[in-house]
């Protein structure tokens, strides 16, 4: 059970990201409600979530899937969400050089749900903002509309 819990921890999320593709496209690539689990280092109690993961390219593209990917290493290793939000930010903005990145968290800590505080329906927000994300307010409005907007 621990190691596919922590089956993270011996891979390298980068090998998801190796395989990119020339393409001119320059508007966000947004996707949402990437389910994910992860363990608290603090308690050893799992906090579950959906990642939502934008990036604008420069020049070149990655699968879909990758992102997803990328996502479930890095949760599958002892984790606060603090750190795995900005772990994934600075990987994506690394690895694809894109114009910017966003990657927005939102997960339900079972340390405070049936436990401590027990508040069941208390979740926790996290976002890390790279680029023009982090630059430009226009283009963090249209990203927080294109994930929280009318559906």
Known sequence: MYAELFGGLHEDPRRHLEKCFVEKYDEIVLVKGISFESLCEHHLLPFLGQ??????????????SKLAR?????????????RLTEQLADLLMQELEPKGVAVIMEATHTCMTI??????????TTSAMRGVFKSNLSTRTELMSLIYGSK
Request: aromatic letters at 2%.
């Open 51 to 64: 990642a939502h993961i934008a990036y604008i390219p420069n020049g070149k593209i990655v699968g879909l």
């Open 70 to 82: 990328v996502v479930e290493v890095l949760a599958h290793r002892p984790q606060v969400q603090e």
């Open 115 to 124: 436990r401590g505080i027990r508040k069941p329906t208390s979740v926790c």
